[in-house]
């Protein structure tokens, strides 16, 4: 994903403190951003605005990042959005298990923000 315009990218973690981190940083270098505190809002928020990629904590509220990143892929945008997944869950099992809900990328919390911006500027293959 090019940055040349600003890339649309929804934030999705229930951690108000992570969320304004994520926000702040993403902005900066050069996403609109949009956020959500729960599973059901960030898949409401995706619907309405179809942004280029998301970044979904696997452990929300009302609705996890998993179960949001395979109603995104049911949505079947072109192109499709890259979905990044952050989670506290360390196992290689939890790994996999986002990829196979969607994710292309899965990152252990504390994730670092500059490899997250790698993968949503696709200038990596995590």
Not at 9 to 29: G, N, V
Not at 71 to 84: G, H, K, Q, W
Request: net charge negative; aromatic share 8%.
């Amino acid at each position: 994903m090019s940055l040349r315009h600003s890339a649309r990218l929804l934030i999705a973690d229930d951690d108000a403190d992570l969320l304004a981190a994520y926000a702040l940083y993403f902005s900066a270098h050069g996403f609109d951003i949009r956020t959500a505190r729960n599973g059901l809002d960030a898949l409401a928020e995706y619907c309405a605005w179809h942004p280029e990629a998301a970044l979904l904590d696997v452990e929300m509220p009302r609705l996890d990042g998993r179960a949001v990143a395979r109603r995104i892929r049911y949505v079947a945008d072109t192109p499709a959005p890259t979905l990044v997944a952050v989670s506290g869950l360390e196992q290689a099992e939890a790994r996999h298990e986002s990829l196979c809900s969607g994710f292309n990328h899965h990152f252990v919390k504390p994730a670092p923000m500059p490899a997250i911006l790698a993968a949503l500027t696709g200038r990596i293959r995590h």
